[in-house]
């Protein structure tokens, strides 16, 4: 019986973001109706990261433009 390998799961878009401070910010998304993993890490620091459904990713997207205006 033969084995198939796993199939690797990889997100379609991978933006890297530099943001203030030297900190980078990692945004992969996986489709337009699944979850977008954020990671954010800067020097030393231990890198953060979270899974967004489509409309809290919207909801972070609406409040930066709103801060960066």
């Given at each position: 019986?033969?084995?198939?390998?796993?199939?690797?799961?990889?997100?379609?878009?991978?933006?890297?973001?530099?943001?203030?401070?030297?900190?980078?910010?990692?945004?992969?998304?996986?489709?337009?109706?699944?979850?977008?993993?954020?990671?954010?890490?800067?020097g030393s620091?231990?890198?953060?990261?979270?899974?967004?459904?489509?409309?809290?990713?919207?909801?972070?997207?609406?409040?930066?433009?709103?801060?960066?205006?």
């Open positions: 019986m033969m084995r198939a390998d796993p199939s690797k799961i990889r997100p379609k878009t991978k933006r890297t973001f530099r943001a203030l401070g030297g900190r980078c910010v990692v945004v992969e998304g996986f489709g337009r109706s699944t979850s977008t993993f954020i990671a954010i890490a800067g620091d231990v890198p953060v990261g979270a899974w967004l459904s489509p409309g809290e990713l919207r909801k972070l997207v609406a409040a930066a433009r709103r801060i960066l205006k």
